[in-house]
């Protein structure tokens, strides 16, 4: 649901992106040439947040769905009046209001720009300032077949983790309430059949552990988070018990993103009140605040034990969620995520999303109705703790984000497999934007949007890319390596593709700046104040890293956002390790095969325990064989996220697990034999030296395959 879990699985095999940094990312394109971006005196003013360079833009918007006739985009805004520059140089200052005309002039070139180079079927935006609706529109197509525009009063997209804001507004007007501390331990409001186990920690999971993500938990979400068969959807009490995660560090020690979690709290919310979680959030939010296009219902048959289905007046406005593929936009079935709503399942327009960030800038009040007091809009402007390095902290659930020109803000990001969002208010600007995509191919333009925006009218042009620090080049090897982000499952088959694309590398550039290498992008920074700090800000950007030191030397790195930290790992953790070990069993199974055929008989005498270590050795390369096919075929699946969430653990991933585990037995058996091996007979009924010595070198082999794939959790087929 959040955005960074969307990036992690699209990104599946892309073990190359763990290879060294070639060169530099390039810098942030300037802004789109709309009329607004081109009469600046200072010159464009260049996107933020490490924008991948501009594609040629194709004549149409977007193409259409193969049978469906594309509809051309529809022109720019008419030129407006360009801004003049404050003394700073940025458009507008602090406290100025946004122009419409000339926002809206620059939003059309922005959105419809990333449509056309990221194929994006449609986009929903609004924007908020002064208790005004400065902006809001939608562009492109809800659905495609039949054709139906994107409405932003009407359609509703899929908002993802940005429903955990709902929540979290709940949970803190429970607070404040009396009816439930922050401090407390969540099991004393969940219950009996749900409440946290201890699990070999002595220390409770806490309310305050549920927001600032901190409870402990591992990270699972593969075949249970999204369902598209509705047959499988449960009540979330039950889901939570079900997919209770194993608890992996002690609560409130580190940040790790928990979709778990934020169920857990909607949960206790509604254990409290005594009401379906849906329905709290109905009434104590969406009807005080006249948010009559959003809910956390989905469209499905009536079901006992499940939430009453979404009313059809808005299942009719729902938009669709697309994959682009070669042939053009491929439809995605919806998304269910009603078993752990608390943390996803909303859905909601651009028109009532900008109420709700009035709502947020105005410290819980709106047209006259209070929907949380001083003490929820006190937290939600304060971090619970910031990082190492005193960056960004989690705000009672809400995630801090740091703006260009040194400005603040709070929201959230979201992300279904399909709809990509981000919701960002701040509040020295009065300001507050919200977009949603519905296309996988939209996180770019979400994540950046908001950044944008103030770039372009509240900060002075700046030069992109920063300038390299010679002292880290010289200090490459304090910060240089392999991390393994926290946010992931531990252990069985999810905790080996955790391990397979849950690494970043991080390498130096001869320009001194830390490049920072995952899911096929390159991301870089450059130091912000002294080295021993850890600090660190993008090149093109306000993005910050903050890295984690002892004597001088890098441990770990929170992420820009906050939500997971990356800790430095040894070589058996990094996919290449294990690609490299794959390499060369495969090329001794094939060895072994081929042995068979081209061996001549005086190769074939033998003794009792060589024609025995031989069988098994056949046995091993038939084995492994096979279980590097169907990891093969099971991979070659995993181009769409979906193919990975829905058809979790796949037949061909459980039976190559269980080919290696066989394998590895063998193995060990394998070892257990090589001395007799080596003393076995006279030379004329024994093996020859070279054969002895490649059987040796095969099982050793074999050996350091089993161990590291015991290691990454693939010799579990059990444990999907």
């Not at 939430?307 to 808005?314: E, G, K, N, T, W």
């Not at 979400?446 to 200090?475: C, E, I, N, T």
């Not at 063998?666 to 080596?678: K, V």
Request: with cysteine; charged share 15%.
């Amino acid at each position: 649901m959040h955005l960074i879990f969307k990036a992690v699985f699209a990104a599946i095999l892309a073990v190359s992106a763990t290879s060294s940094v070639a060169q530099e990312s390039a810098p942030a394109s300037p802004a789109p040439s709309t009329p607004a971006a081109s009469a600046n005196p200072n010159g464009p003013v260049p996107y933020t947040s490490l924008q991948r360079p501009a594609a040629p833009r194709p004549k149409a918007a977007a193409s259409a769905a193969p049978g469906t006739a594309a509809t051309p985009a529809k022109p720019l805004s008419a030129p407006v009046p360009a801004l003049p520059a404050t003394p700073s140089g940025a458009r507008l200052a602090v406290g100025e209001a946004l122009p419409p005309a000339e926002l809206e002039a620059f939003v059309d070139g922005v959105v419809r720009e990333a449509m056309a180079r990221e194929h994006i079927a449609g986009v929903t935006v609004s924007v908020v300032q002064n208790g005004q609706v400065v902006l809001k529109k939608g562009y492109g197509f809800a659905d495609l077949s039949p054709a139906r525009r994107v409405d932003p009063d009407k359609t509703l997209f899929r908002i993802g983790s940005i429903s955990k804001t709902f929540t979290w507004i709940a949970l803190m007007k429970e607070i404040e309430a009396g009816r439930i501390r922050q401090d407390a331990p969540i099991n004393l409001y969940l219950p009996e059949r749900i409440q946290v186990r201890d699990q070999g920690f002595r220390t409770p999971v806490r309310v305050i552990n549920l927001m600032d993500h901190s409870p402990g938990f591992e990270d699972r979400a593969l075949g249970h988070l999204f369902e598209k068969n509705f047959d499988r959807v449960r009540p979330m009490a039950e889901y939570l018990r079900q997919e209770r995660p194993r608890r992996v560090r002690a609560p409130g020690e580190a940040s790790a993103y928990s979709n778990y979690g934020a169920a857990l709290a909607g949960q206790a919310v509604s254990y409290v009140s005594g009401k379906p979680f849906e329905r709290l959030i109905e009434e104590n939010i969406f009807l005080p605040i006249g948010m009559n296009n959003t809910s956390f219902r989905e469209p499905h048959p009536v079901k006992a034990g499940l939430p009453a289905p979404i009313p059809q007046r808005l299942a009719d406005n729902i938009s669709v969620g697309y994959r682009w593929t070669p042939t053009g936009f491929a439809e995605r079935p919806f998304e269910f995520i009603s078993q752990v709503a608390p943390a996803g399942s909303a859905s909601s327009t651009a028109a009532d999303m900008a109420r709700y960030m009035q709502l947020l800038l105005n410290a819980g009040t709106l047209d006259g109705a209070v929907v949380y007091g001083p003490r929820a809009a006190q937290a939600f402007n304060t971090p619970i703790r910031k990082t190492p390095a005193g960056i960004n902290g989690w705000r009672h659930g809400f995630i801090e984000y740091n703006l260009p020109g040194d400005h603040k803000g709070f929201g959230h990001a979201g992300g279904t497999l399909s709809f990509l969002s981000n919701m960002v208010v701040a509040p020295d600007l009065n300001l507050g934007v919200f977009i949603s995509t519905n296309t996988e191919t939209g996180g770019d333009l979400a994540r950046d949007f908001a950044a944008q925006v103030v770039q372009q009218f509240y900060v002075p042009p700046q030069p992109f890319p920063r300038a390299g620090s010679p002292a880290l080049r010289d200090r490459a090897s304090d910060f240089a390596g392999y991390y393994v982000g926290n946010r992931r499952a531990y252990r069985g088959l999810e905790g080996m593709v955790g391990l397979l694309i849950g690494g970043v590398e991080v390498k130096i550039t001869p320009e001194g700046r830390l490049a920072v290498a995952s899911g096929g992008k390159v991301r870089t920074f450059v130091p912000q104040g002294e080295l021993s700090e850890g600090r660190f800000i993008s090149t093109t950007g306000a993005d910050h890293l903050a890295f984690s030191m002892a004597n001088g030397r890098a441990y770990a790195f929170q992420t820009p956002l906050g939500e997971q930290s990356f800790e430095r790992s040894g070589f058996w953790k990094r996919p290449t390790t294990l690609a490299l070990l794959a390499l060369l069993s495969g090329a001794a199974a094939i060895t072994t095969i081929a042995g068979l055929f081209l061996r001549n008989r005086r190769e074939f005498r033998e003794t009792s325990v060589q024609r025995q270590a031989s069988l098994i050795q056949t046995s091993q390369a038939v084995l492994w064989l096979a279980a590097l096919t169907l990891f093969g075929l099971w991979a070659a699946g995993t181009s769409d996220v979906a193919n990975v969430m829905y058809g979790w653990p796949s037949a061909a991933l459980i039976i190559a697990s269980a080919c290696v585990l066989v394998a590895a037995v063998l193995t060990l058996l394998s070892l257990i034999m090589l001395p007799a091996i080596w003393r076995g007979g006279r030379r004329v009924d024994s093996w020859s030296a070279l054969r002895k010595a490649s059987f040796t070198f095969t099982v050793l082999v074999y050996t350091a395959f089993s161990v590291l794939l015991g290691l990454w959790g693939a010799l579990t087929p059990w444990n999907g």
